[in-house]
T-cell receptor, first 110, second 118 residues
Framework: GQNIDQPTEMTATEGAIVQINCTYQ??????LFWYQQHAGEAPTFLSY????GLEEKGRFSSFLSRSKGYSYLLLKELQMKDSASYLC???????????FGAGTQVVVTP | SAVISQKPSRDICQRGTSLTIQCQVD?????MFWYRQQPGQSLTLIAT?????????ESGFVIDKFPISRPNLTFSTLTVSNMSPEDSSIYLC???????????????FGPGTRLTVL
């Protein structure tokens, strides 16, 4: 079967750093995505990793280790608007089919 | 980036009826995907729609319940047939890429259709 696991919820204060871990076991692997989803809205793309290592994009960074089936999303200098659900998704074929984790609800407090 | 629109944005339907959801993309794309997001849950892939061929359904989803059309490279429809309250969900379409190498691996989602079945 396919398993994509991430924590249910994380809480952090404004200005802090939060790391959201994702572990996966899938039948195919063509890259790992992170999405942000605010309540009542569609997911928006944050990052894509297909090779091992760290990808940095402003306040957000994403890391991948294919041998360990592990990724993390790092959110730095947290802002109140970062309160949202963060979805880890694995592309399981070359056509872009995605399997999603259950999502991690990040709550940023003042 | 690809811009995706969906119609309707929301609907309330009676049990036993059917609803067709439209997805329009502003650029030609090979694959379109339909997802369901039930209340409080993450996204589940329903099917992959390729222009000119039958859609490919994921385990637990069948064509009779969720027929899909893909008449051209910018448009697709998903029908939720013979609805029951368990079909109450948000239905989203998505596409891969935006036509440029840097956006090839990005996936873009439509705004979703919020369906409530009474």
């Amino acid at each position: 079967g396919q398993n994509i696991d991430q924590p249910t919820e994380m809480t952090a204060t404004e200005g802090a750093i939060v790391q959201i871990n994702c572990t996966y076991q899938t039948s195919g692997f063509n890259g790992l995505f992170w999405y942000q989803q605010h309540a009542g809205e569609a997911p928006t793309f944050l990052s894509y990793n297909v090779l091992d290592g760290l990808e940095e994009k402003g306040r957000f960074s994403s890391f991948l280790s294919r041998s360990k089936g592990y990724s993390y999303l790092l959110l730095k200098e947290l802002q109140m608007k970062d309160s949202a659900s963060y979805l880890c998704a694995v592309s399981t074929d070359s056509w872009g089919k995605l399997q999603f984790g259950a999502g991690t609800q990040v709550v940023v407090t003042p | 980036s690809a811009v995706i629109s969906q119609k309707p944005s929301r609907d309330i339907c009676q049990r036993g009826t059917s609803l067709t959801i439209q997805c329009q993309v502003d650029s030609q794309v090979t694959m379109m995907f339909w997802y369901r997001q039930q209340p409080g849950q993450s996204l589940t892939l329903i099917a992959t729609a390729n222009q000119g061929s039958e859609a490919t359904y994921e385990s637990g989803f069948v064509i009779d319940k969720f027929p899909i059309s893909r008449p051209n490279l910018t448009f697709s429809t998903l029908t939720v047939s013979n609805m029951s309250p368990e079909d109450s969900s948000i239905y989203l379409c998505s596409v891969e890429g935006g036509g440029t190498p840097s956006s090839y691996n990005e996936q873009f989602f439509g705004p979703g259709t919020r369906l409530t079945v009474l």
